[in-house]
């Protein structure tokens, strides 16, 4: 097998360069996807025959708790490249990508919180779907904890990495929970073997705002990594280069 | 991939389903906590305890909402289908409460085997409709018709 295409990620220069060239087209695929999304879910989506428009939330809903999971599945990847190639790139994607995650977590949390109040009659239950997103949502913030309050560079991507590894057991609980227990949250609306429980007006939004929301993640991911690969390579001679090129002169 | 690469993969995968593992026995054994109601069928075998608070969880049935002409009481029956649970309930109910909705109410059982709840909360299925298409569906004799 050729591994050529892998161990070039090793390289924090390539990555920096790479990336310059996607950030643009993810950042400009999001802020068109968003809008368009969001004004047509939000405005010309036709309202649901027993929430009335309280269901609309979903167009946030659904997208964010996606994201909450899809990011940690990445934390859990980055982790494993970090333990086992030991890639510089790993652990930064992984301390960068955990603040977007925790905070995509919140949003699911918050606006899973609101339309519960209208459509259950309670803001908060302790059924499995909630207190499994609540988990995801303080792993989150213990690998953010972790890697800052370890002061060694190797250790604290060690550790965090561990945890990332291990806390992934948690996101099939989330997605299975409505399936394996009784709870108040409702089964998947997708998935994956059947035809959606919902026609194509209502969910051609929804898809519209997930794709935009993984564009406006990975845009942001990125240009965080960037930052993060300038600092802990600030020795190196090309991204003293590098800055000199961008400050053009300004001194 | 050179050995060392490969030996490290096998231990953290080894951790990982190590802690899968853990886990997943932990919530097997579990199981009867975890879950959010208990459904009437559970109820009538008597595996829902008699002296503490707990939650039964299923569809009100057809026909079977009464409610008191002066004040807030409302006593309905839940059903799974197979067996019935009476529920008593005195306040207002969430906006989604209706006949042949999923509910589940939080309460005492009392001597009859009544439920005497003191919260109630709705739950919805994972289905999206237009109100068009449901009206549709059920001009076409195809949903049942509300009262």
């Not at chain 1, 609306?189 to 209502?202: G, N, Q, S, V």
């Not at chain 2, 008699?50 to 409610?67: F, H, L, N, P, Y």
């Not at chain 2, 709705?122 to 289905?127: F, G, M, N």
């Amino acid at each position: 097998m050729n591994w050529t295409w892998f161990h070039k990620w090793g390289s924090p220069k390539w990555f920096y360069e790479m990336s310059g060239r996607w950030v643009f087209w993810l950042a400009l695929v999001a802020a068109v996807l968003l809008p368009v999304g969001l004004v047509w879910g939000l405005a010309f989506a036709p309202p649901d025959y027993q929430q009335g428009n309280s269901f609309r939330i979903i167009y946030i809903h659904v997208p964010t708790a996606i994201l909450a999971q899809s990011c940690y599945l990445l934390l859990a990847v980055a982790g494993v490249i970090g333990l086992v190639w030991k890639m510089k790139l790993a652990d930064v994607a992984l301390q960068q990508a955990a603040p977007i995650g925790a905070w995509m977590t919140f949003l699911a949390l918050l606006t899973g919180a609101i339309w519960g109040k209208p459509t259950w009659g309670s803001w908060w239950v302790w059924d499995a779907r909630l207190t499994s997103m609540l988990i995801l949502l303080f792993l989150y913030f213990g690998v953010i904890a972790l890697g800052q309050a370890i002061s060694n560079r190797d250790s604290a991507a060690k550790a965090c990495a561990v945890l990332a590894v291990v806390g992934v057991v948690n996101i099939p609980i989330i997605k299975y929970s409505v399936e394996w227990w009784n709870t108040l949250h409702q089964p998947a609306t997708f998935k994956l073997t059947e035809r959606p429980a919902m026609p194509p007006e209502m969910w051609l939004p929804l898809l519209v705002m997930v794709i935009g929301f993984y564009c406006f993640f990975a845009a942001v991911l990125l240009l965080r990594m960037r930052l993060e690969v300038l600092r802990r390579e600030a020795r190196s001679s090309w991204v003293k280069a590098e800055i000199e090129r961008q400050l053009g002169g300004r001194k | 991939m050179n050995p060392l690469r490969k030996k490290r993969l096998f231990i953290v995968l080894g951790i990982l389903a190590g802690v899968a593992i853990a886990v997943g026995l932990a919530l097997t054994a579990l199981q009867q906590n975890i879950n959010l109601f208990y459904t009437p069928t559970q109820i009538a075998n008597g595996e829902a305890p008699q002296d503490t608070r707990i939650r039964a969880g299923g569809m009100v049935k057809e026909g079977s909402v009464q409610r008191s002409a002066d004040s807030l009481e409302v006593r309905f029956v839940v059903t799974d289908y197979a067996k019935d649970v009476t529920i008593q309930y005195h306040g207002i109910l969430p906006d989604l409460f209706r006949e042949g909705q999923g509910i589940v109410a939080l309460g005492k059982l009392n001597a009859e085997g009544v439920l005497v709840a003191d919260e109630v909360l709705a739950k919805h299925d994972e289905k999206y409709m237009p109100p068009e298409v449901t009206k549709a569906l059920k001009d076409s004799g195809q949903l049942p018709k509300e009262g």
